[in-house]
């Protein structure tokens, strides 16, 4: 199927979902890609398209419909709440299940750069929801967005499923550092997790716009090995 736009309720507002996957006739596996902040731009569309053509159907919510449309995507981070945003993971939940194409209990989110924090916030919030999580180089997990609620950073305890993680170590944002403390707090609870971190580059390493060797090899090194991961925990 080609890439659409789905519209659902959450709460008093409209929320987009751009929504892409396999034809099937039978119930199978999808993915919550929550995008970076540039939106449901090229990038995450090219992120989409990998996922779908693995096999998977996947949605990416809207999660910036409150804010005023006036404001640039990219600036509209500085808006978002984490109570907000788990309420719009939760009603993508909802409109997954009540899809025949879509098994209720094999769902995974994703996410990159702002994404890859939310993706575990959601596997924090809702803990009975996933099969797993997988973060590429999300920041600010130590803060909570709005200042409600605990951080991201304090729900890990809560996760109960299998996440995968992929960060630079030339990345600011999370440092090499904050990283440090996420696996720490994982392995505190008894999370399984695997980390794979690159040397040599910095922050959104698998956008196809970054052009040095080592971005390139690091975005293909951990593709291969997203679905690998995949294969194992949400087989297609």
């Known amino acids: 199927m080609m890439g659409t736009m789905a519209q659902i309720r959450v709460q008093d507002s409209t929320m987009d979902v751009y929504v892409d996957g396999p034809e099937r006739k039978t119930p199978g596996p999808a993915i919550i890609l929550m995008y970076h902040r540039g939106g449901i731009d090229e990038f995450t569309k090219h992120v989409v398209g990998r996922l779908v053509t693995a096999g998977y159907l996947v949605a990416a919510p809207e999660i910036s419909h409150r804010c005023p449309q006036e404001i640039p995507i990219a600036d ?9 945003v ?19 209990d094999q769902i995974a989110v994703m996410g990159h750069c702002m994404g890859g924090r939310v993706a575990l916030l959601a596997a924090g919030s809702l803990p009975a929801a996933f099969r797993a999580a997988i973060a590429y180089y999300g920041g600010s997990v130590e803060k909570s967005w709005g200042n409600e609620g605990p951080t991201p ?7 109960r499923c299998p996440v995968i993680g992929f960060f630079g170590d030339k990345d600011v944002h999370p440092s090499p550092q904050i990283v440090d403390q996420i696996d720490a707090e994982l392995t505190r609870h008894g999370v399984p997790h695997h ?11 698998q956008n196809p716009a970054r052009k040095t060797p080592e971005e390139r090899q690091a975005a293909e090194d ?12 949400l087989p297609a």
């Open 195 to 205: 980390f794979y971190r690159y040397p040599d580059v910095g922050h959104g390493f």
């Open 76 to 84: 509209r981070k500085a808006l978002l709440k984490d109570a907000e």
């Open 222 to 233: 951990s593709w291969a090995k997203t679905f690998a991961f995949l294969r194992k925990v």
């Open 153 to 159: 950073m304090e729900r890990l305890r809560n996760i």
């Open 86 to 104: 788990v309420a719009d993971i939760e009603a993508t939940l909802a409109y997954l299940r009540s899809r025949p194409d879509v098994a209720a």
